[in-house]
């Protein structure tokens, strides 16, 4: 089903293309050996190559290059062994060197493409355009002081990969599925921590729109989107604003927009005539990057596995396809899935993380990275429920337990006395008690009165304050009854 | 003998057999630059007090038998060299008090092999310049004279103007300098000493105040060719730090000096004889030839095609990596900073750049802006390099010929400080037959050959294949013994 906007003159399609800024997971800067921790204090992360003193030169971080060789190959994509570094010109406070050192004209990754799951369950393949390894600048700080603009290098070197898609997505979802699909392979690479609140990732969307049979019309690019929600709605707030455009018989005019989440609309940044001439040359300060096949052989072999496998791996187990997508889509779900299912029933080790967990993790405002139940912990209840110390319910009132102590489930069991009652001796003496003082119902029960079964069964679990082997109980009932 | 007038290699035997002290030695040349500092204005900044206190401790090493192959020699800095804890001015205002908290590379080798520096030598600004008239420190003086016209004082050439009249003058027994496009072997010819610009990526660039970064070569000045090899073998080596530095062995140059020539092949390249070239700078490039060939080389008449657009590749080139390089210098972080009350940081760029540099580096900045911007690239930059390339193709089928190039070093002696400042053009002509090494990448050697008819010296120069700087000392000892030049400037420590 494809998605369109209704106009006063028609039908619109929509075209997508994203530019992705994604950090690259490193120890170190691109070009320095300056460190790149998030949330340091300011201008403390900063070597005299990121300041741009005199006579510093850059060198290259072969962890940074290795970093984008693996996430082109994850992007299924070409692994250019020559490339090369220039030099983008301009002037600003936080931009030491004058210059971002960027790879313009020959990026180190070429043409690929990702498959990515709509909500309909259908897939579509999206391709990339490239991949280049570039610095990103300072920060510049303008709200600190009310005449002077304060500037942070932190950042200044941090090595980026610029990941550029065809223009292939139609709708905001689409826009969405990429940038979500994008960010679980850096994930699961571990190329980028894909945290979009810290500014590890951030998206230029290029929005035009067209009737159908067109080619493309005239695009507009909303720069520094930072959530997945704000694409889709930069997407759709630009699409619309574009119809409105053209149906006034104007022209969109190609320009730079910042989206403002606030209001959900656009706003005009720069038109191309105020554009930048960047006067990009070659870095002389750097030779060709040049790599070898091998080594790109090596860190494909070194690989970890990736969204797709590892889904695919998933359903194999026999879970749903929705299961296996939920516990793919972050890594981190992944591994704590992984944690509870090894060597137990993998059906349900999925029902327990994506219902309990998940909610015990809405309901305590944690995350998956630091979840409310440890997953060691969350296994040893699913062998407490296999080998019959706990029954369904029990084991969701020690789930409870769990989360409130910290606990692991164990020790809840012993100290509470939470174990399941399978002595059937010790369960046959209530059920005769539970009888004995309903004689009424019993006769009731005896002249066809069936349905009452269910509440001796309630009866004796009430008296064994939850702890009785529901099958045995049942077994139990239905024997004495006779 | 005056202690300024040591060679180097004297110096370092003197000091070895214990004739003379590093601290003695050090400060002879300290006394000499508060004699003649004054008027030629070699130094921007002198550092006597560390000098000494280097000169003290280089003196301790070799009586505990621990002897640097540079052990207590006095050397002058370019000031285009960042020096750990010393004002580092490139020449230019806009650096301001600048002082550098790191040392570069080929000054902490040569600190390492236990040389004293005496302090930073004057340079045009940002090494832009023929002339030293550029640096915002004052021109240089040339310590050489006309014969019959003693009172009109001359350029020394630039821009390693400071450190080749320092030499010349026996205000430092040898000097660090750069050579962008013939910033080493144009001073050095002009003040009658030996110069070398060893082949692109033999010294690091590392803590070198950035020029053109792909032209721009550190190498030494030095009144002997041995001399200059002696300290080029402390200067050279790998640098991790510059990704264009040459992961190559270093030989021992001075050993190279003396092979002699027999048996090379040495080439004569015709584009080299320009119309218009005076008389005596032929006659000299032909006695050259004889020397070489008296001496068993034997001479190859070899062409270089591209060499009448060398110049203009040039200033394409090298004004497009400086407009880039230079546009660190902003008054953010360091160095001069001009603002008004209500500057923003448009004006803060605009007043701090207006008033940090001069007008060469403004020009150049913008030559190299106009021909990096888009609709220019492709006719200038991208041009540029494709006739670079040819420059580079014209020298690999020469060295098919011959072992080593012979060429004059300048067009001319040294001219008077008024010659040519107006005429950017004129003065960029200085530079014709030393800029194809820097855009080949090649090494390129002045050797002090003769005087002119005014009295003044002439250099010729010798070119060799990369890495094959061996050759070019063999080559350049060899003219060096033949030419026995013994002419000394007017102004010197000595005098």
Redo the contacts between chains.
Sequence with gaps: MSYTLEGSTGTWEIVVGLEVHAQVTSQSKLFSGAATAFGAEPNSQVS?VD??????????NRECVAQAVRTGLGLNAQVNLWSRFD?K?Y???DL????QISQFAHPIIGTGEIEVTLGDGTTKTIGITRLHLEQDAGKSLHDQHATK?Y?DLNRSGVALMEIVSEPDMRSPEEAGAYLTKLRQIVQYLGTCDGNMDEGSMRADVNVSVRKAGEGFRTRCEVKNVNSIRFVMQAVEAEAKRQIEVWEAGDEVRQETRLFDTARGITRSMRSKEDAH?Y???PD????PLVIEQAWVDELRAALPELPDARRGRYTALGLTPYDAHVLTLEKETAAYFEVVAKGRDAKLAANWVTGDLFAAINATKTSIAEPPVPAEHLGQLLDLLADKTLSGTLAKAVFAAMIETGKAPGMIVEERGMRQVTDTGAIDAVVAEVLGRNADKVAQYKGGAEKLFGFFVGQVMKAMQGKGNPALVNDAVKKALG | MHPTDFTLRGALDALNEGIISSVELTQAHLDAIGKLNPRLNAYITVTGEQALAQAKASDNRRADGGAGPLEGVPLAIKDLFCTAGTRTTAGSKILGNFVPPYESTVSGNLLRDGAVFLGKANLDEFAMGSSNGTSAFGPVENPWSRRNDPDTRLVPGGSSGGSAAAVAARLALGATATDTGGSIRQPAAFCGIAGIKPTYGRCSRFGVVAFASSLDQAGPVARTVEDCAILLKSMSGFDPKDSTSADVPVPDFAAACARGVKGLRIGIPKEYRLDGMPAEIGALWQQGMDWLRAQGAELVDISLPHTKHALPTYYVVAPAEASSNLARYDGVRYGLRQTAADSDLRDLYERTRAAGFGDEVKRRIMIGTYVLSAGYYDAYYLKAQKVRALIRRDFDEAWQKCDAILTPATPSAAFGMDEKQDDPVAMYLNDVFTVTANLAGLPGLAVPAGLSAEGLPLGLQVLGRAFDEETVFAVGTALEHAANFTALPGLRASA
């Design positions: 005299f300041a741009g003193f005199p006579g510093m030169l850059p060198v290259i030099r010109n002037f600003y406070a030491p060197q004058g210059y603009s500037i001439d006067r990009y040359f002389p300060d750097l030779p």
